[in-house]
């Protein structure tokens, strides 16, 4: 028997558009004040009629042609009857038979669809004058959402995470969501079986790496009952992240009839209305291609590429400085060199930079440091080294003063006269070294070989950083030897 994992997932973005879904109502998952985008549509009020979205309607069209999927000619809503304290009307509209897009492919997996639908609102748990109460926020209650089914063809947990973040990115590049799973714009539910026997629905996953966790858990144990020689149960599972385990929260006999039939408020529509030409011009360059492109065209490894890419913000940084290399002022960069300053500006932007990024809470979760380090000017930093006009370690002093003061790296230089030395500036350093350590100039004439590079050390410490050591060991050299003689 093969125990291997069959999965399938049912993925759900909240689209960031401004309106809502069916009303006019503000779309705002910032919102803390509860129940202030609301009006009679979205809170089901009997009789208010809905209209559609048409932003919402776009960026379905736009996941659809980027995922290669066959957008329908004629599509429609329909309603799915429930009930829930959440969902005042007693149905969602949602779409059933006539999705926006069919089929479609992603990381080699088949999509089997993607349609259109409006959210719940919230049930709030909280504690009032000692007792437990619930009460519920509808400013999310018909926020626009976009729902993915992929076929059963992930075979592994770490496949699973891999095409969600990929989808993350996506939405991300064509700007119609933010889809951050930890506030639940981002919500993925992966249907796990063993082989395609009976599947598990695991919902209530926060972060791609409890996505992983969870279907690996349930799994194995999957895995473990058949082994015992018992049954899997249809049913739906919840993540309990504290204790790395999947419980029951619903099994199959509870499962619902939602009783679809077409949404008698809104009319069938046909997607040639929304321009599917332009839509399709309007996507701009997505993930796959730019990692495609960057590796090419600017020699990157696929894990460099990778790590600019899955920052929209970041790879276009990467590109307005990289064209800086060779623009107006730094002209003595020949092109045969490209390659090597490429790699160094990907290593100041990826480690020195973002470093210093990381170490200013100031900077968290936005890009505001891009006025202060505008891409011109890291750009200007990596010319000057490349020249050896300063050498890296005096870069990395100076990176630290441009983050902090916003100045180009040349009125740095000039503010604290940290120009490289000249060379007779060196030649009266190195004599001054060779002066003060006589023990060195002993050992370096006995032949030790860690001289020099004492000797290179002091003569920089003396510099304040602003020697060249290639130039600095070269010179010794030359001294050294007239002293042996
Ligand atoms: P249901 O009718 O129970 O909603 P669907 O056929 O609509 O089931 O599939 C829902 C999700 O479950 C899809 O993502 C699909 O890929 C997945 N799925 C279906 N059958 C299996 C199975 N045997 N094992 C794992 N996933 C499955
Ligand atoms: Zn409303
Ligand atoms: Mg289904």
């Not at 809170?43 to 919402?56: D, E, F, Q, R, S």
């Not at 933010?178 to 249907?191: F, L, S, T």
Request: aromatic share 8%; hydrophobic share 35%; proline share 4%.
């Amino acid at each position: 028997m093969d125990y291997a994992p069959t999965i399938g997932l049912e993925i759900h973005i909240e689209l960031k558009t401004k309106t809502k879904m069916f009303c006019d109502c503000l779309n705002d998952p910032e919102e803390k004040n509860p129940n202030q985008n609301t009006c009679p549509i979205c809170l089901g009020h009997p009789g208010a009629l809905p209209t559609i979205n048409k932003k919402a309607v776009e960026a379905i069209i736009k996941v659809g042609l980027a995922l290669d999927g066959e957008i329908a000619k004629e599509t429609k809503f329909d309603r799915k009857n429930y009930f829930y304290p959440d969902l005042p009307k007693g149905y969602q509209i949602s779409q059933y038979d006539k999705p926006l897009v069919s089929k479609g492919r992603l990381k080699g997996i088949n999509i089997t669809r993607i349609h259109l639908e409006e959210d719940t609102g919230r049930s709030v748990h909280i504690k009032e004058k000692g007792k437990e109460a619930s009460r519920i926020d509808f400013n999310r209650s018909s926020a626009p959402l976009m729902e993915l089914v992929t076929e059963p063809e992930f075979r592994s947990a770490k496949q699973v995470a891999d095409f969600a973040k990929e989808l993350q990115l996506i939405v991300r590049y064509l700007g119609i969501a933010d889809a951050d799973m930890e506030k639940g714009e981002m919500r993925v539910e992966a249907n796990v079986s063993l082989n395609m026997g009976t599947k598990v629905e695991l919902k209530n996953i926060n972060s791609f790496k409890a996505v992983e966790k969870a279907i690996e858990y349930e799994a194995k144990r999957q895995e473990a009952l058949i082994r015992e020689g018992r049954k899997v149960k249809q049913e739906t599972r919840g993540w309990d992240e504290p204790n790395k385990k999947t419980f029951s929260q619903r099994s199959k006999e509870e499962a619902h009839d939602y009783r679809y039939f077409p949404e008698p408020d809104l009319p069938m529509f046909e997607t040639e209305i929304f321009g599917l030409e332009n839509l399709k011009e309007s996507l701009g360059e997505l993930p796959g291609a730019k990692r495609h492109r960057f590796a090419q065209e600017y020699k990157l490894d696929e894990k460099d590429a990778e790590l600019l890419v899955e920052d929209e913000k970041i790879a276009d940084y990467f590109e307005d400085a990289s064209s800086e290399l060779f623009a107006e002022g730094e002209k003595e960069i020949k092109k045969e060199s490209a390659p090597a300053l490429y790699k160094l500006l990907f290593n100041y932007l990826t480690s020195d930079l973002r470093g210093l990024v990381n170490e200013n809470s100031e900077y968290s979760g936005n890009y505001s440091w891009m006025e202060k380090v505008p891409p011109e000017r890291l750009a200007h930093l990596v010319a000057l080294i490349s020249a050896g006009k300063i050498t890296s370690r005096l870069a990395k002093d100076i990176l630290k003063k441009m983050f902090a003061t916003g100045l180009d790296p040349e009125d740095i230089m000039k503010n604290d006269n940290l120009s490289v030395s000249s060379g007779a500036e060196l030649k009266e350093a190195i004599i001054g070294i060779i002066k003060e350590e006589a023990k060195a100039l002993e050992d370096f004439k006995k032949g030790k070989g860690n001289a020099m590079q004492f000797l290179i050390g002091k003569t920089m410490q003396k510099l304040k950083g602003r020697g060249d050591p290639k130039q600095i060991h070269a010179l010794l050299e030359e001294v050294l030897t007239n002293i042996k003689k």
